[in-house]
């Protein structure tokens, strides 16, 4: 396959690598990805995360097992490997379905890394769409809270919710962004905090349990965040706390923005009630681990409730910011996000 180069992956001589956002912001480590079973290793991890980086890789690590030779049984095998990584991001169920399409052609490999390229190449494309179609929601001055990661570490461009406010700051209409630190793992603090730093965007950390008060305070204008799943009645999922920060923008009367491809939607899925919650390990939660070996905090043996994600509800969205354009919650009402019914 040819050379390729986003923020988060990388091929190189036929081979896939990966940064480890495990390892930021600290280290740029890029560890490589040459088997369906190190992929899965990486996704589950979180070293490589973002529902759209999540397709990518899967995308990008078929398209190189083709090219290098792997039975389309195999390939079979592999994929469905993939797909049952990260139940609750539909980004990677829909490329993998576009990359099964590509599987069953007569060159198959031909037609796979295609239409890996392809994904890629689309996906940097939605974000510049909803970049495009987000920035005119933030007026100049504008103090924006925002949840887990959704820059160019999540994406191969750069970003969705992230995107959005790295644009409206570029013409001059963010003051001041409010980094949500995001548990379990910190995602915020650790790589959103790291992204508006190094492009020089004025930020501040808080802590999850912070943003009630800043809201009190007056000194939250809009919430934006990303999502890994939208339902066909404009429930989301996404990175655990954003239906907190929902909730609060409801009460203090504040804008509720949702920024992600089309790729998110899922027209089949009918409410965020359907939607699989991934569980994650307790030790996410009870302690922390790194190169200075491992500190806990809790009790030994406490149970521990730990979901990745929780859904918010339709009711509590401003506006659902799709490489489409903006969609109004009276469009949601109508059905816009429903599978057409064949007549």
């Not at 899965?40 to 995308?59: E, F, W």
């Not at 923005?257 to 009870?286: F, K, M, N, W």
Request: hydrophobic share 45%.
């Amino acid at each position: 396959m040819q050379t390729l180069q986003t923020t988060s992956l990388k091929i190189i001589d036929n081979q896939l690598w990966i940064l480890d956002q495990q390892a930021l912001p600290q280290q740029k480590n890029w560890l490589i990805a040459a088997t369906t079973e190190q992929l899965v290793d990486h996704i589950h991890a979180l070293r490589v995360r973002g529902a759209p980086l999540i397709g990518l890789s899967a995308s990008l690590l078929l398209a190189i097992q083709a090219r290098q030779g792997m039975s389309r049984q195999a390939l079979t095998e592999s994929l469905k490997t993939l797909r049952a990584s990260r139940p609750t991001a539909v980004n990677l169920m829909n490329n993998l379905d576009r990359m099964l399409q590509a599987l069953s052609a007569e060159d198959y490999v031909t037609a796979m890394v295609t239409e890996a390229l392809r994904l890629t190449g689309e996906d940097r494309q939605l974000c510049e769409h909803i970049a495009d179609a987000g920035t005119p929601q933030i007026p100049a001055g504008s103090r924006i809270l925002t949840h887990c990661n959704t820059g160019g570490l999540a994406t191969a461009g750069i970003g969705t919710a992230l995107g959005v406010i790295l644009r409206a700051w570029q013409q001059g209409n963010v003051a001041q962004v409010w980094v949500g630190e995001t548990r379990p793992l910190l995602q915020g603090g650790r790589l959103t905090a790291w992204e508006l730093s190094e492009a020089g965007v004025p930020c501040q950390l808080i802590t999850d349990s912070m943003a009630a008060a800043l809201m009190a305070e007056g000194k939250v204008d809009a919430v934006w965040v990303g999502a890994d799943r939208i339902a066909a009645n404009g429930d989301v999922a996404n990175k655990i706390g954003t239906y907190s920060l929902a909730v609060l923008a409801h009460y203090h009367r504040i804008p509720f923005y949702v920024a992600a491809p089309h790729t998110t939607l899922d027209r089949q899925c009918p409410s965020g009630s359907h939607i699989p919650i991934e569980q994650r390990a307790a030790s996410e939660v009870t302690g922390v681990s790194g190169s200075f070996g491992t500190v806990s905090w809790a009790p030994e043996n406490i149970r521990v409730h730990n979901p990745a994600f929780d859904v918010t509800p339709a009711a509590l969205i401003s506006g659902w910011v799709l490489d489409t354009g903006m969609v109004t919650p009276q469009q949601v009402a109508g059905g816009i996000f429903r599978p057409a019914v064949a007549d």
